[in-house]
């Protein structure tokens, strides 16, 4: 069956960096979007960004010009780095895959922005 894996949470000061990375296995994801979307501590689960197929990408407001999703096909494997970070950022993140009616989510991983 589908399985969607995220890596690369953690906890890091304000202003820095971190990459997740989320691998699917069970399905190739040509044909398949794939995305971010976060939940903060008692709050709902919001879209971060996603990125079809052909490469075209979508961005919540609040992450634009500091988070950038990129996808490796061949690797059945989608990335999003994140710079800048701001302690509203800290969140559980989870990847995506989905098309059509079908949506299968990852697990989720730990990011914590704090100084």
């Known amino acids: 069956q589908v399985q969607l894996v995220e890596s690369g949470g953690g906890l890091v000061q304000p202003g820095g960096s971190l990459t997740l990375s989320c691998e699917v296995s069970?399905?190739?994801?040509?044909?398949?979007?794939l995305g971010w979307y976060r939940q903060p501590p008692g709050k709902q689960r919001d879209f971060v960004a996603d990125?079809?197929?052909?490469?075209?990408?979508m961005y919540a407001d609040s992450v634009k010009g500091r988070f950038t999703i990129s996808r490796d096909n061949a690797k059945n494997t989608v990335y999003l780095q994140m710079k800048s970070l701001k302690p509203e950022d800290t969140a559980v993140y989870y990847c995506?895959?989905?098309?059509?009616?079908?949506?299968?989510w990852g697990q989720g991983t730990q990011v914590t922005v704090s100084s």
């Open positions: 995506t895959y989905f098309r059509y009616n079908s949506r299968y």
């Open positions: 069970g399905g190739s994801v040509t044909g398949w979007g």
């Open positions: 990125a079809t197929t052909y490469g075209a990408t």
